[in-house]
């Protein structure tokens, strides 16, 4: 549902579990479908990022770019659980950014819009655009990247580099920037990232156990990102506070 400045319906619709659209209405064109897709009227498809989704199958139309280590169906959707579940990227699941980001937001006291929407900016962080090996993209996950002299930076390097991502981002003051911040501050404590050097997707047995942990971090390492959201949140409060 789409709502204008005085809160009237302009556009709205009905979906089926697997995200095809039944029935719609409006007087505005909304394209958005499921996290990370966009209709495409001439195809009926939904760009999903790296692969294109078909909402009357419930599946991608293209295989797996990782492979069984993904899912032994190459073409499945979330692993066929899409009221739970969301691939804005076509690669894999991501609900725990948005959940973690989500929870957070409104136990700070922020109401269910900004909230809502600060999650989906949490896991908009994650677009292809930013999953390059340099330093200034990977230390937007927490990890260690490439520097100029085409070596990795240490530990502290990475560190350091994230850290300034996280607070130069939150100077921005806008929600979009909040979630992006968010988004770092959680993948400090993703066993999967800790620092460690970025060296992309690959098909080999590093990128395995990076989607897994990602896919189930533990209850300690969600309690952390938790706890690191909510310190996100009130150094943006403050921010915001100083600047007016």
Request: proline residues 5%; aromatic residues 14%.
């Amino acid at each position: 549902m789409i709502t204008d400045e005085n809160r009237n319906v302009v556009w709205q619709a009905d979906y089926e579990p697997f995200g095809k659209i039944y029935q719609q209405s409006g007087t505005v064109k909304n394209n958005f479908r499921f996290p990370g897709q966009y209709y495409d009227s001439e195809s009926g498809l939904y760009q999903n990022g790296f692969r294109d989704y078909d909402p009357k199958l419930g599946r991608y139309i293209e295989p797996d770019p990782i492979g069984q280590w993904g899912d032994v169906n190459l073409y499945a959707y979330v692993g066929n659980n899409p009221v739970n579940l969301i691939d804005p990227k076509g690669l894999y699941f991501a609900p725990w950014h948005s959940y973690l980001t989500y929870i957070a937001m409104r136990d700070s006291g922020h109401n269910i819009t900004n909230s809502f929407y600060t999650a989906l900016m949490s896991i908009w962080a994650d677009r292809p655009s930013t999953q390059g090996l340099d330093a200034a993209l990977a230390n937007r996950h927490a990890m260690g990247g490439l520097l100029p002299e085409g070596v990795y930076q240490t530990r502290a390097e990475a560190i350091a580099g994230t850290e300034n991502f996280i607070n130069g981002t939150i100077q921005k003051a806008t929600l979009m920037n909040l979630g992006e911040a968010m988004h770092a501050g959680q993948d400090k404590y993703a066993c999967g990232h800790n620092y460690s050097e970025w060296r992309g997707f690959h098909f080999n047995r590093e990128t395995y156990e990076h989607l897994k942990n990602d896919f189930f971090p533990s209850s300690t390492e969600r309690w952390k990102s938790y706890v690191e959201s909510l310190i996100i949140i009130n150094k943006y409060k403050v921010n915001i506070k100083n600047t007016k």
